[in-house]
Structure formats: C-alpha cells, structure tokens
T-cell receptor, first 114, second 115 residues
Framework: AQSVTQLDSQVPVFEEAPVELRCNYS??????LFWYVQYPNQGLQLLLK????STLVKGINGFEAEFNKSQTSFHLRKPSVHISDTAEYFC????????????WGLGTSLAVNP | DAGVTQSPTHLIKTRGQQVTLRCSPK?????VSWYQQALGQGPQFIFQ???????QRGNFPDRFSGHQFPNYSSELNVNALLLGDSALYLC??????????????FGPGTRLTVL
C-alpha cells in the first residue's frame, strides 16, 4: 500500500517569490509520483509526473519537482510565482504500471499575495 | 475534443435516497476511474472500470456501485445516502493501450450534497 503526506496545509507567499511545496510518500513497491493542481470549482490538472529516469522533472507553468528516493520525497518548486498560481496543489502516488489507482495527499493551499 | 464530461454539475439529495452520477470519457479513452473528494481533503479512489467490468476498488462500501457502457461512458450509483457522502465526485478517464503509463484526465466533478 502507498500513502502520501503533504507537510504544509497552507503556504502564503508574495508574488515573484520562490515557493516549495513539500510531499513525502511511503510505499513497499516502486511508484510513480504526480503533482496536480486544482483551481476553485474546477477539476484536477496534471502539473508534472515522475515515472523513471532523471530525478528532476519539469512540468507546466514553470513548475518542477525532484524525486529523492532515499528521503522518499517529491517536493514541488517554482522560482517565481504569480497571482494566477493561487490554487490547491495535490501530490499523488501510484504503483508502477498503467491505470493504477492514485493515492492522494490532503493538499496544500497556495495563496500568492501581491 | 470535449474532454471528460460529468453530469449533473450539482445535486442535492436527502438521507436514504439513491443517486446516479454520469461520466463521458475523453475521446479515445476506454478506462474510467471514480474518486470522492470531501471538502478540504484529497480525492479517494472509489473504483475503476475497463471493458465494462470493475477492475480495481478502493475502500468503499457496497452502497457504491458502478457501471460502464459499451461506449465507455460510466455511471456511479450510491444507495442509502448518508450525510458523509456529501462530496465532489470526480471522474477520470485514460487509455489502456500502449505504454506503461497513460495519463488520467479529470472531469470537473459533480458536487453532491446530502441533507
């Protein structure tokens, strides 16, 4: 079984500042890792994913994340945030293979202030 | 391409009633997964349908059931509604073919309120 812990429930940040949203996972098997974003009253959109290979993955909207197997972490970063990045961010994990169920963290609410 | 669509958008029911939620997958997708997202929580996996059969199931009671039709669309049925069933119900579609990973695309969800 897998589990996900998002270490911060809320992250306030000023516009153009860097941000890091933290995610740790546990699993007894190999995993895929994901970050999704959810804007108010909308569905979930995939930001980026780690399947294999390079541990630094780049996603949409300038976000990137680094897979650290020894620390079982997959933290999300952006060097300079915009007001439009205000949203809920979810880290998720699945076992490797196609169409495996996603196990989700509780989410981190990112509030970008002017 | 309309993407994943869900209906209705919002629904209000009373305890004990039954509800049916519907999902049309993205064009070319044959696999549908359902998730429940309670307010302030992350989504929780309910079940997944492929080839009109339930292939995976999460820790949800038998009150939650589903169906997949030959055109790959899907329904989620919940019987004997409880207050705790109030949530956003998300449908995700994906493809079973090709590589070892195919992205799950999410619909906007159905907001169910149980009074």
């Amino acid at each position: 079984a897998q589990s996900v812990t998002q270490l911060d429930s809320q992250v306030p940040v000023f516009e153009e500042a860097p941000v890091e949203l933290r995610c740790n996972y546990s699993s007894s098997v190999s995993v895929y890792l994901f970050w999704y974003v959810q804007y108010p009253n909308q569905g979930l959109q995939l930001l980026l994913k780690y399947l294999s290979g390079s541990t630094l993955v780049k996603g949409i909207n300038g976000f990137e994340a680094e897979f650290n197997k020894s620390q079982t972490s997959f933290h999300l970063r952006k060097p300079s945030v915009h007001i439009s990045d205000t949203a809920e961010y979810f880290c998720a994990v699945s076992a490797t293979g196609n169409n495996r169920k996603l196990i989700w963290g509780l989410g981190t609410s990112l509030a970008v202030n002017p | 391409d309309a993407g994943v669509t869900q209906s209705p958008t919002h629904l209000i029911k009373t305890r004990g009633q039954q509800v049916t939620l519907r999902c049309s997958p993205k064009s070319g997708h044959d696999t549908v997964s359902w998730y429940q997202q309670a307010l302030g929580q992350g989504p929780q996996f309910i079940f997944q349908y492929y080839e009109e059969e339930e292939r995976q199931r999460g820790n949800f009671p038998d009150r939650f059931s589903g169906h997949q039709f030959p055109n790959y669309s899907s329904e989620l049925n919940v019987n004997a509604l409880l207050l705790g069933d109030s949530a956003l119900y998300l449908c995700a579609s994906s493809s079973s073919s090709g590589s070892s990973y195919n992205e799950q695309f999410f619909g906007p969800g159905t907001r169910l309120t149980v009074l």
